[in-house]
């Protein structure tokens, strides 16, 4: 089997989907790994150290293979140059970017997308979502603090004492607990708040204290783990009872998300303008509408005195360790696609295999992706591409649980 690599070419990406390490492993495995020259650049991997992997590294061949690993979703242009039949490994965005999948299938490739890896115990190793998370959060919290005009830690010095800052984190998923983790390792004193209220205990455990908003909200975990989508009156309520509590915060870091839709907003306009001048937002939701009214995605602005950061790609701008656990994300995806002699095997009988897929045969088979692409649920009525273990729910639900219905297992949060 042939696994290609190209060199990212969407803007800002610096990322790279396999670091020499794991083509090592491939290569001793059998795989013929061959690489675009300059792919792993940005993360700070020359060719050099590629080809001592045992890899090649050639012209014109990172879309060439049985298999094509990206990090980002292919462009048009990189979907018209991979052969009917390729498999393509990267984020795809299935849910909010129905045009890729439209082309992935007319092209004939056989596609799996990151984000729709099912997040069962199995599969933790494979969860990208979680490993980009994690290094997004991190990075959240040190620009939180690199904004700031004030100290994170208290410090009792000659020259006076200084109180520590108060953050606040909201969304307590895998980003928004990474940010808590670090913001309390600078020493902020930290709280937070998500609607899910299994994470109370979470939050608390890494130091920081749970937010609970007086306003009547029923939990809303859904059943597969993640937030549902609140009622526009119970969105109502919780953007004014937080505005009063984001006022005495020095630092807020927005991630609250709900897969597939517009992120909710939970920072007015009024909130804001309740904070004391200096004070400073990051909102890691900027690229999917942003958590903050006043966001403008991929620009620093000033609003009210408060200084509002809305990052894209954040993962991206710590290129070295994203590629890293991104790498190992792939590897561990390629595990269930190839076999003993380093031959592609397909089973389509595997629930992450199946569920990972978005396009096969020239269909889009997934089934939260057909949606997005306006198509009905399955070509012939039936299920398509042995997804018989998932998407057998209301086509309205999928957006909630990335197209899949299995059950999320409690895994520890990385943060913890
Ligand atoms: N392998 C696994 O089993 C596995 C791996 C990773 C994550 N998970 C679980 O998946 C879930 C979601 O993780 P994620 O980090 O991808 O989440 P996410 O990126 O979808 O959302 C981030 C956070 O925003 C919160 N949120 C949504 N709407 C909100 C609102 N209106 N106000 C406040 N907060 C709001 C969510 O509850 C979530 O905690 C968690 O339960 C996590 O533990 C499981």
Redesign the pocket.
């Known amino acids: 089997m042939k696994l290609s690599v190209p060199k990212e070419t969407s803007e800002g990406e610096r990322r790279v989907a396999l670091v020499p390490e794991v083509a090592k492993k491939l290569t001793e495995d059998g795989v013929d790994v061959v690489l675009e020259p300059g792919a792993g650049e940005c993360s700070h991997l020359p060719d050099a150290l590629y080809e001592e992997a045992g890899a090649s590294v050639s012209e014109g061949q990172g879309l060439s293979g049985d298999v094509v690993a990206k990090v980002a979703p292919p462009s048009t242009e990189e979907i018209g140059r991979m052969e009917q039949g390729t498999v393509l490994i990267g984020f795809l965005a299935p849910l909010t970017a129905p045009d890729t999948a439209k082309a992935l299938a007319e092209a004939g490739v056989t596609s799996f997308a990151m984000e729709a890896i099912p997040?069962?115990?199995r599969?933790?190793s494979m969860?990208a979502?979680?490993s980009q998370?994690t290094v997004a959060g991190y990075r959240a919290a040190l620009l939180t603090a690199q904004e700031l005009g004030r100290f994170f830690p208290m410090l009792s010095t000659a020259a006076g004492a200084i109180r520590p800052a108060k953050v606040l984190v909201?969304?307590?998923?895998?980003?928004?607990l990474q940010a808590i983790a670090t913001a309390r390792r600078l020493g902020a004193v930290v709280s937070a708040?998500?609607?899910?209220s299994a994470?109370e205990e979470q939050i608390q455990s890494l130091g920081a204290k749970f937010v609970k908003l007086d306003i009547g909200l029923e939990d809303a975990e859904d059943a597969g783990?993640?937030?549902r989508q609140?009622t526009d009156e119970e969105?109502q309520r919780?953007r004014e009872a937080l505005a009063d509590v984001i006022g005495g915060m020095d630092g807020v870091i927005s991630?609250?998300?709900?897969?597939g839709r517009k992120a909710?907003l939970?920072i007015i306009e009024d909130a804001v303008r309740q904070m004391k001048p200096g004070s400073v937002i990051v909102d890691l939701a900027a690229e999917t509408g942003g958590n903050c009214e006043l966001t403008e995605p991929g620009e620093t602005v000033v609003r009210h005195n408060v200084k509002i950061v809305g990052p894209i790609n954040l993962p991206s701008s710590m290129p070295d360790h994203a590629s890293q656990l991104y790498s190992k994300n792939v590897q561990s995806l390629l595990g269930l696609m190839v076999d003993d002699e380093g031959a592609l095997q397909l089973n389509f009988d595997d629930e992450v295999i199946a569920g990972a897929c978005i396009t096969h045969d020239g269909l889009i088979v997934h089934l939260g992706a057909r949606k997005a692409a306006g198509l009905p649920e399955a070509e012939d009525g039936g299920d398509a591409a042995g997804q018989e273990s998932q998407d057998t729910q209301d086509a309205d639900d999928t957006q909630d649980s990335e197209g899949t219905e299995q059950d999320?297992?409690s895994?520890e949060?990385e943060a913890k």
């Open positions: 997040r069962i115990s599969a933790q969860d979502l979680s998370a909201l969304g307590a998923g895998v980003a928004g708040f998500d609607v899910r994470v783990g993640y937030a609140l969105q919780q991630t609250a998300a709900v897969p909710p939970l999320v297992e895994a949060p």
